[in-house]
């Protein structure tokens, strides 16, 4: 049976208020300590639907999940849309478009980035766990990618060990904005994030480029 148009939008409109509802009490409770019900009286639907969309909770969350990925691969692919020459240059605004998916989506960026501090988060799914390292893994990889250009363009330094000096810039990147969830007085607001990671940003550029070893 062929579902109308009309009837396909609805059911998108359900799926998603099920998606953000499952979301906030997902990001707020963990997983675990989330119930289908509770999710269901969020979305403001029957208890049935959820089952009818997703089948069952670890369906929602891997549905989560991929809904997460896809918007943190949209908000890197606009490092591509400004159109720069310079290798460096994407490293960089690669760093700026990370800190605008956290800054538009923190849900989603929690989900996939900071999972250690999601609250009773239990035990972890393999096939969840392995979806977004396959996907993440691929997108520092084009990070890794754009050094190894800007190498070989001559705009930083041969001597920089990449795959070490990549995985330093994404955890740098997460770890700075992980100060912007803690509940202690460490804890930053977004613009002294955004201030910091500029910050960081020039520290990098300073860092890498020819001739920064013998200043």
Same mark, same amino acid.
């Given at each position: ?15 998603t208020?099920i ?9 707020e409770?963990g ?6 019900d509770e !999710? ?9 639907? !959820? ?9 929602l ?7 997460a990925?896809?918007?943190?691969e949209?908000a890197?692919?606009? !490092? ?7 290798p ?39 096939e ?32 920089v060990?990449?795959?070490?000096a990549?995985r ?48």
């Amino acid at each position: 049976m062929t579902t109308s148009p009309r009837g396909a939008r609805r059911k998108a409109r359900t799926a998603t208020a099920i998606l953000d509802a499952a979301e906030g009490l997902f990001r707020e409770r963990g997983l675990q300590a989330t119930t289908i019900d509770e !999710v269901a009286e969020a979305a403001d639907v029957s208890v049935g639907s !959820v089952y009818v969309h997703f089948k069952n909770k670890a369906g929602l969350y891997l549905a989560l999940v991929e809904r997460a990925l896809d918007l943190n691969e949209q908000a890197m692919a606009r !490092v591509l849309d400004l159109g720069l020459d310079s290798p460096l240059e994407r490293v960089l605004a690669a760093g700026d478009a990370y800190l605008r998916f956290h800054l538009e989506q923190p849900g989603a960026f929690q989900m996939i980035a900071l999972r250690v501090l999601e609250p009773g988060s239990g035990q972890a799914d393999p096939e969840v766990e392995a979806r977004i390292a396959d996907r993440v893994e691929a997108l520092v990889g084009a990070v890794q990618a754009d050094l190894e250009a800007a190498v070989r363009a001559g705009e930083i330094r041969a001597d920089v060990d990449l795959d070490r000096a990549t995985r330093f810039v994404w955890g740098a990147w997460n770890g700075v904005i992980a100060l912007s969830l803690r509940q202690d007085r460490l804890r930053v607001d977004d613009d002294e994030l955004e201030r910091t990671l500029a910050v960081g940003r020039r520290l990098l550029s300073d860092a890498l480029r020819v001739g920064a070893a013998e200043r």
